[in-house]
């Protein structure tokens, strides 16, 4: 389970960082026009923010926290078809 987690945790700090590098070479690339540039770089950040949260709110309940993997009894799917099937 420890390296699901690491994996995820790597995963979600590489997209991260990419898509802060992507505001950054756009804010640096309209530093001739400061206002512009602090302008689109705050839009561009607000749509990053707004479309992960609309992504966590369009997820699965189960995927919403991680209590359904530490305790099975909580959360996960209603039928339990998460802890039985085969996943090797």
Known sequence: MEAIENAAFIS???ACGFAGL???CMVFGL???PVLAARAGGLTSFSVAATLNLCTF???PS???NQGLV???QGGSPTG???T????
Do not use: N
């Open 12 to 14: 979600i700090g590489q």
């Open 22 to 24: 992507a505001v950054f």
């Open 31 to 33: 530093m001739f026009d």
């Open 58 to 60: 369009r997820s699965h």
């Open 63 to 65: 995927l919403q926290t």
């Open 71 to 73: 305790d099975p009894t």
């Open 81 to 83: 078809e998460h802890r």
């Open 85 to 88: 099937k085969d996943h090797r």
